[in-house]
């Protein structure tokens, strides 16, 4: 590979730009270096070894049992996101792994205070370039329900089972291994980014409090917010994320009228009933053309058998990529609220619907910035011999609430499998959560590679 020191004399240089010219084809990663200053030259030059991806692997292969390790304390603190001691000491942990870089930590105190505190690192670069790295601290997984399963670290094979290894606390060690990859072969540009890690406490229960603060540290300039969820593997092709649904969480109140169901039937307006019929027009909302999902998922109402129900309610969401039609769906539903069909057959006392939007999580639809983060991670995976694959995900990450304000590329950490799950069976039909440890350099090399050629395009 070519090398230039700093004190290379102006013709010597004019030489090796010559020799550059000629092997650009083999070092495509050179075009475009001519248009900057001699310094900046023979900075981004001497960092072209970047290409030499043998030794970037073996590199990343010596850190690996390392890497493991970090993994490994992780996994043993349980994190579910009601312990808030266990979320705190996994931030802590996860701070003092980072702080050999230089990271300063914060822990900012979540708006939920039953919930730990987020915790956001920075390392300030000398440009003015920011990135933003974005995991969580907590898990689906309760303390005694780790302990029924017997669900803890376990190596079988290439497979590392515990709760987290995938639903990501190998996302954040991933990040460490390419923030120490990048620091060993591309020390100008680490110096130069400005490193935002921002961890949510809660991202199991979606605290919206978290996307605030990730555009508030990042700011809307920010070069992109890589997100550290798993992603899926098919032999040499990687699934990156691209999209994801956003959310939207209801409540339907019926409000009828109580009497006895064996002397006084008639004068009753049953709520049950007329929760009933308003279940079938919600679920009639459901368009698969369009991607729009609602989903009714618990039902309650009445008290005792022997009374005509006065009251029922039933919770759901609807889930859909686009926001307009996001935005159409929740329209539609909320038309359905007013006075209902059942009545007391004594007086026509009416049932009163009541429906009502609890919680949002707005969609993450496809979009320019995204696509061009995509198409760098494309094609710096084909010179690694890989393929990545557009992903549109129906569930919901970090990433719907700061994509409107800056690029946002998810899927970036290690594969695995049977997320949120703790059972495990003698015949196989139930596993336990795993990380694939077969994935993680080949996925490792190509964060670091486009990272770095997100950080030198800009």
């Known amino acids: 590979m070519l090398a230039v020191e700093h004190r290379t004399l102006p013709m010597k240089l004019e030489c090796l730009r010559a020799k550059v010219r000629v092997e650009r084809r083999l070092h495509p990663f050179l075009a475009g270096l001519f248009s900057f200053s001699n310094g900046r030259f023979n900075r981004l030059l001497s960092q072209s070894t970047m290409l030499d991806t043998a030794a970037l692997k073996e590199f990343l292969q010596q850190?690996?049992?390392?890497?493991?390790?970090?993994?490994?304390?992780?996994?043993?603190?349980?994190?579910?996101?009601?312990?808030?001691d266990g979320v705190s000491r996994l931030g802590k942990m996860t701070a003092e792994a980072f702080a050999p870089f230089g990271f300063n930590a914060d822990f900012v105190p979540s708006l939920h205070p039953d919930y730990g505190d987020h915790l956001v690192m920075t390392r300030k670069g000398t440009g003015t370039?920011?990135?933003?790295?974005?995991?969580?601290?907590?898990?689906?997984?309760?303390?005694?329900?780790?302990?029924?399963?017997?669900?803890?670290?376990?190596?079988?094979?290439?497979?590392?089972?515990?709760?987290g290894t995938e639903d990501i606390?190998?996302?954040?060690?991933?990040?460490h291994l390419v923030l120490t990859a990048l620091q060993k072969f591309a020390p100008d540009v680490f110096e130069e980014i400005t490193w935002v890690i921002l961890l949510n406490s809660s991202e199991e229960v979606m605290s919206h409090d978290f996307g605030k603060l990730c555009i508030?540290?990042?700011?809307?300039?920010?070069?992109?917010?890589?997100?550290?969820?798993?992603?899926?593997?098919?032999g040499n092709a990687f699934s990156l994320v691209t999209a994801r649904k956003g959310r939207a969480v209801y409540r339907i109140?019926?409000?009828?009228?109580?009497?006895?169901?064996?002397s006084h039937h008639e004068r009753g307006a049953n709520a049950i009933v007329q929760l009933s019929e308003t279940i079938q027009k919600v679920a009639a909302l459901t368009d698969y053309s369009k991607q729009l999902t609602f989903n009714v998922a618990t039902v309650t109402g009445g008290t005792v058998i022997n009374r005509v129900p006065h009251f029922a309610t039933a919770e759901g969401e609807l889930r859909t990529f686009e926001r307009e039609i996001y935005n159409c769906g929740i329209e539609k539903l909320l038309a359905l609220s007013g006075k209902g069909s059942v009545c007391s057959a004594e007086d026509g006392h009416p049932s009163e619907v009541k429906i009502e939007v609890t919680q949002e999580s707005p969609p993450w639809p496809r979009n320019n910035g995204t696509d061009r983060l995509f198409s760098i991670f494309s094609e710096v995976s084909s010179e690694l011999g890989l393929r990545v694959v557009r992903e549109e995900r129906g569930g919901i990450s970090d990433g719907n609430f700061i994509c409107h304000v800056m690029p946002v590329l998810d899927g970036l950490g290690p594969n695995g499998d049977n997320g949120h799950c703790s059972e495990q069976s003698a015949d196989g039909s139930k596993e336990q959560e795993y990380i694939d440890v077969t994935s993680i350099i080949p996925k490792a090399a190509l964060n670091t590679l486009a990272i770095l050629r997100l950080a030198q395009s800009a």
Do not use: C
């Open 63 to 84: 850190q690996l049992p390392a890497n493991l390790e970090l993994l490994k304390s992780m996994v043993e603190i349980n994190s579910f996101t009601t312990n808030k």
């Open 169 to 175: 606390k190998g996302g954040t060690t991933m990040i």
């Open 253 to 262: 109140s019926v409000e009828g009228r109580a009497a006895h169901a064996g």
């Open 216 to 234: 508030e540290r990042l700011g809307a300039d920010a070069l992109a917010a890589l997100v550290f969820e798993a992603g899926a593997r098919t």
């Open 129 to 163: 370039k920011v990135i933003g790295l974005i995991s969580h601290l907590d898990t689906v997984f309760p303390p005694e329900e780790e302990i029924k399963n017997n669900f803890q670290w376990r190596v079988a094979g290439d497979k590392i089972y515990g709760p």
